[in-house]
T-cell receptor
Framework: EDQVTQSPEALRLQEGESSSLNCSYT??????LFWYRQDPGKGPEFLFT???AGEEKEKERLKATLTKKESFLHITAPKPEDSATYLC?????????????FGPGTRLSVLP | KAGVTQTPRYLIKTRGQQVTLSCSPI?????VSWYQQTPGQGLQFLFE???????NKGNFPGRFSGRQFSNSRSEMNVSTLELGDSALYLC???????????FGPGTRLTVL
């Protein structure tokens, strides 16, 4: 069964304190791994797609990396506006009646 | 370019009633997926439509149904509402041949 887990469940950082979020996945073939940001009461906002091990993508203070079993979202010198829930999702190569499989998310709070 | 729009944004219904939610995808996007998001279960895939045909379906009871129109707009229907159907219902669209999905703001359904 395709599964995505994320850790930690919640993370509190001081402004400027860099850290990493983890996404571990078990999937029958990977069509893509996706990172989203979700603010309270809103829909997820697309951040990155990663397709193969070793791939990296960057956007402002965020950098996503991918291995064969997990992905990391590195946050460098975060600001309070980076506070949100970060969701990881995979798209299995064989859908078997599923589309994206989402992890439970990591709630990030960045304190000024 | 306008994003994914969902109407209504908020709904309050009572048990046993039925409800219809609407989603207008980004112009040019032919794939529309629906997800249910709850605090306990996270984001769960309901179904995906492409060119008016249901292409994938998640593990939800038959009370949950959907359809897509020729202009790619989609509706989701839930019959015989239960308390456990209270959730944020999210619609996401993507262009043909592209893996990324772009989400709307969601419809918050409360069942009393």
């Amino acid at each position: 069964e395709d599964q995505v887990t994320q850790s930690p469940e919640a993370l509190r950082l001081q402004e400027g304190e860099s850290s990493s979020l983890n996404c571990s996945y078990t999937v029958s073939g990977l069509r893509g791994l996706f990172w989203y940001r979700q603010d309270p009461g809103k829909g997820p906002e697309f951040l990155f797609t990663l397709y193969s091990a070793g791939e990296e993508k960057e956007k402002e203070r965020l950098k996503a990396t991918l291995t064969k079993k997990e992905s990391f979202l590195h946050i460098t010198a975060p600001k309070p506006e980076d506070s949100a829930t970060y969701l990881c999702a995979v798209r299995p190569r064989e859908d078997y009646g599923q589309n994206f499989v989402f992890g439970p998310g990591t709630r990030l709070s960045v304190l000024p | 370019k306008a994003g994914v729009t969902q109407t209504p944004r908020y709904l309050i219904k009572t048990r046993g009633q039925q409800v219809t939610l609407s989603c207008s995808p980004i112009s040019g996007h032919r794939s529309v997926s629906w997800y249910q998001q709850t605090p306990g279960q996270g984001l769960q895939f309901l179904f995906e439509y492409f060119s008016e045909t249901q292409r994938n379906k998640g593990n939800f009871p038959g009370r949950f149904s959907g359809r897509q129109f020729s202009n790619s707009r989609s509706e989701m229907n839930v019959s015989t509402l239960e308390l456990g159907d209270s959730a944020l219902y999210l619609c996401a669209s993507s262009p043909a041949g592209v893996n990324e999905q772009f989400f709307g703001p969601g419809t918050r359904l409360t069942v009393l």
